[in-house]
């Protein structure tokens, strides 16, 4: 690249401020600042610390498992015709999601600061159990801050935590009567600004600066092997790739590398019902500037539902609110209904069970690759398996269940 292309590329993200464009910035309370300030100053010292890197890289590799396949769907490619379908392979991790690429990173980080103590968030529990297993292996107690409504729906990402030795908080909105993702990220905020001893292992690309970059920074090795291995299969970039959105971690780390390469088509779906990028306007909430669903004076966020709980959020990560505003980025939704169809799909064409998330980029994929010649090539991440979803999946079949 040239040193006009180095300065103009959309991977420089953000500013010294925080933002992205008109995004994103370090909206928080003072009693925060300096918590924020000593994660920035860390975790700029850590990742030009090569020994840190290594580290990571060491764990990444024997510990994760990465790199994970990128595999060509064939039996999928020939019931859909059109494109050619790969699927990276994030559910193959340790613990089966994404996630575990940012909290690895984030305990390294905590244990680079003598940190004594760690807290996270957490809507599907993929977050939640990841943190508690690399804190597990790096000696850290962790306490996880989870809605109502979620602890219930992903009873098993529960237990998973609690094995691990993993504390978890049961939040509530203001009624007392249900809680979600945004419950959680409101209450482990509340904590850690009175605890400053604690490392707050944020987990998707969301809050104020540094969060957002920290997590696409851990997370974007999603996307550097998918570039890697799609070379050495097509020998070419994908035409399209295709991920899931709730607060952006799956899908910034997929797509961060080819934000230069204007050849490759770059898709984020939401929930219909949790559709901020869609459906919102832009607001400032829980630290940061973004799309959200809120009331129309802002004082307030709607209530969202999803089938999939990793992706039920009122927001987005404000990198994302950019690259839509820039258009950069094709944003749009998928419903309920067809992202199931595409989960039972996948199922039962391949044989790989995906959790409910990536199930709406499935959705959204088969519709793009139907519309494509067959020397076309599209990349879903299916960055979560469906173990966590299937006495739900059960519930919702019932009686046609094998059939």
């Known amino acids: 690249m040239t040193i006009e292309e180095i300065k103009n590329s959309l991977k420089n993200g953000p500013n010294d401020k925080g933002y992205y464009g008109d995004f994103g910035g370090r909206y928080a309370p003072e009693i925060l600042m300096p918590n924020l300030i000593e994660l920035e100053d860390a975790f700029e010292q850590a990742i030009n610390d090569k020994s840190f890197i290594d580290e990571f890289d060491y764990y990444l590799k024997d510990y994760v498992g990465r790199p994970n396949p990128l595999y060509f769907a064939e039996q999928l490619t020939k019931k859909i015709g059109g494109a050619k379908i790969y699927l990276k392979s994030d559910h193959l991790n340790h613990l089966g999601a994404h996630k575990i690429n940012n909290s690895l990173f984030q305990i390294l980080l905590a244990k680079y600061m003598g940190k004594t103590k760690i807290y996270c968030e957490t809507g599907a529990g993929a977050h939640l159990i990841a943190t508690a297993a690399c804190g597990a292996r790096f000696n850290f107690p962790v306490i996880g801050y989870m809605g109502k409504d979620d602890i219930f729906l992903q009873s098993t990402n529960v237990l998973k935590a609690k094995l691990f030795g993993a504390e978890v908080v049961e939040c509530v909105d203001g009624t007392g009567e249900k809680g979600v993702l945004k419950d959680a990220c409101t209450s482990v905020l509340k904590a850690w600004s009175s605890d400053p001893k604690a490392f707050y292992c944020c987990g998707s690309a969301i809050g104020p600066h540094p969060f957002p970059k920290i997590v696409q920074y851990a997370q974007s090795i999603i996307g550097k092997e998918i570039k890697k291995q799609i070379l050495e299969k097509e020998n070419r970039l994908p035409d ?56 129309n004076d802002g004082s307030a966020t709607l209530d969202t539902k999803s089938l999939a709980s990793g992706i039920n959020f009122y927001s987005c990560g404000p ?30 064409t391949e044989g790989i069970l995906p959790a409910f998330e990536p199930s709406f980029a499935i959705a959204q994929a088969i519709k793009i690759a139907k519309e494509m010649d067959s020397d076309k090539i599209v990349v879903i991440n299916i960055c979560g398996r469906g173990d966590k979803d299937i006495d739900t999946a059960e519930r919702m079949l019932g009686d046609k269940l094998g059939k």
């Open 240 to 295: 399209a790739i295709v991920a899931c959105i709730g607060g952006g971690s799956n899908l910034i780390g997929c797509i961060h590398d080819f934000l230069d390469d204007k050849e490759v088509a770059l898709y984020g779906v939401e929930a219909e019902h949790s559709s901020a990028l869609t459906n919102g306007s832009i607001g400032i909430m829980q630290g940061f500037k973004s799309f959200m669903l809120q009331s």
């Open 319 to 348: 990198e994302h609110s950019y690259l839509k505003s820039i258009g950069r980025v094709n944003y749009t939704y998928a419903t309920d209904e067809e992202a199931f169809s595409a989960f039972q799909l996948l199922c039962k």
